[in-house]
């Protein structure tokens, strides 16, 4: 049975390694990202919108179910680290997927019906609640994912160069926003970084590489 549930998780994770990649790289090719200044509502009337978002979406519940399979296949050697990176990380992958959810499905209406909803300076972006909402929801993110990290290279079992890479990625994606006109360089180095980590540990779990 847990033979069983492993395998399905390497076969998750390496879904979800490839998804994002093709995500985030089609967002950059096929987004006017560069131009984006004062507003969302540049990017979200594009035509792309809305196939890629809900590949990120895809990648992302992937990514959070994937990580089911990642913790039973270290459980005999596993760690506090792990174990609570796994109770945190997938409380933030929650909170992310909700973002990305709502980018996804709501932000065209708003777009269609009054595009200063999506502006920077608009009631959306400056509200008291939404963008510490977004910070939480990353800092999460972001925590849990470290610690997944350091409890893969505390543990020995997978790749421990992929738990540096997950420990490095996952911050960089998830906070990603707060390094300004950086933010795409960073966060290209997130999602490649998490996505190559994701990729390598589901070979692992399938048996295709040895750990």
Same mark, same amino acid.
């Given at each position: 049975?847990?033979?069983?549930? $492993?395998?399905? /998780?390497?076969?998750?994770?390496?879904?979800?390694?490839? =998804?994002?990649?093709?995500?985030?790289?089609?967002?950059?090719?096929?987004? !006017?990202? /560069?131009?984006?200044?004062?507003?969302?509502?540049?990017?979200?009337?594009?035509?792309?919108? &809305?196939?890629?978002?809900?590949?990120?979406?895809?990648?992302?519940?992937?990514?959070?179910?994937?990580?089911?399979?990642?913790?039973?296949?270290?459980?005999?050697? =596993?760690?506090?680290?792990?174990?609570?990176?796994?109770?945190?990380?997938?409380?933030?992958? =929650?909170?992310?997927? /909700?973002?990305?959810?709502?980018?996804?499905?709501?932000?065209?209406?708003?777009?269609?019906?009054?595009?200063?909803?999506? &502006?920077?300076?608009?009631?959306?972006?400056?509200? *008291?609640?939404?963008?510490?909402?977004?910070?939480?929801?990353?800092?999460?993110?972001?925590?849990?994912?470290?610690?997944?990290? $350091?409890?893969?290279?505390?543990?020995?079992?997978? !790749?421990? =160069?992929?738990?540096?890479?997950?420990?490095?990625?996952?911050?960089?994606?998830?906070?990603?926003?707060?390094?300004? *006109?950086?933010?795409?360089?960073?966060?290209?180095?997130?999602?490649?970084?998490?996505?190559?980590?994701?990729?390598?540990?589901?070979?692992?779990?399938?048996?295709?590489? /040895?750990?």
């Amino acid at each position: 049975m847990v033979d069983d549930f $492993v395998l399905i /998780g390497g076969y998750i994770n390496v879904l979800a390694g490839l =998804t994002l990649l093709v995500y985030w790289y089609a967002f950059a090719l096929f987004m !006017p990202y /560069g131009q984006l200044s004062t507003t969302l509502a540049l990017l979200v009337r594009n035509r792309n919108w &809305s196939w890629i978002n809900t590949l990120g979406v895809f990648g992302a519940l992937m990514g959070l179910l994937g990580q089911a399979g990642i913790y039973m296949f270290q459980l005999a050697n =596993t760690n506090l680290y792990a174990s609570l990176g796994f109770y945190i990380a997938s409380a933030g992958t =929650t909170l992310l997927i /909700g973002t990305m959810l709502w980018e996804t499905v709501l932000w065209p209406i708003l777009q269609q019906h009054d595009e200063a909803l999506l &502006s920077f300076t608009g009631p959306i972006y400056q509200s *008291k609640v939404f963008l510490p909402f977004f910070i939480v929801a990353g800092l999460v993110y972001s925590l849990g994912y470290v610690l997944v990290g $350091v409890g893969i290279v505390e543990a020995g079992v997978l !790749p421990r =160069t992929a738990g540096i890479f997950i420990a490095i990625g996952a911050p960089s994606f998830g906070l990603g926003l707060m390094f300004g *006109k950086f933010q795409v360089y960073v966060r290209s180095l997130g999602v490649t970084l998490m996505s190559v980590a994701l990729i390598w540990m589901g070979f692992v779990l399938l048996g295709v590489f /040895g750990a």
